[in-house]
Nanobody
Framework: QVQLAESGGGSVESGGSLKLSCLFSETLSSVCMGWFRQTPGKQREGVARIDEDGTLGYADSVRGRFTVSKDHAKNTLYLQMDDLKPEDTGMYYC????????????????????WGQGTQVTVSS
């Protein structure tokens, strides 16, 4: 059974940091994975992605502040978020594709097959 479970969300002040974790099933150890976020009334937005060979991708709004990484030994995907801003507030989800490598389509939520339940991040000014 494929499972994804996020943790690490919380409330921080602007300029602070949080590190999100996503524990995933062993069967997802060699696929394209991504982080998305969503606020009420808005479409889910791609934040970062990483694929089998470690190729990374970031949304322009988070590049230089967020870092995505993957620990294969722990079956865990991470999102280190630094210099957080109020506009980073939202529900954060990890997602997994069935393909090894990400493509340009990997920036969009419809491309992913599996999703976690989400973890809330709130940044106050």
């Amino acid at each position: 059974q494929v499972q994804l479970a996020e943790s690490g969300g919380g409330s921080v002040e602007s300029g602070g940091s949080l590190k999100l974790s996503c524990l995933f099933s062993e069967t997802l150890s060699s696929v394209c994975m991504g982080w998305f976020r969503q606020t009420p009334g808005k479409q889910r937005e791609g934040v970062a992605r990483i694929d089998e060979d470690g190729t990374l991708g970031y949304a322009d709004s988070v590049r230089g502040r967020f870092t995505v990484s993957k620990d294969h030994a722990k079956n865990t995907l991470y999102l280190q978020m630094d210099d957080l801003k109020p506009e980073d507030t939202g529900m954060y989800y990890c997602a997994a594709d069935q393909a090894k490598f990400c493509t340009l389509n990997s920036d969009y939520d419809y491309w992913y097959d599996y999703w976690g339940q989400g973890t809330q991040v709130t940044v106050s000014s």
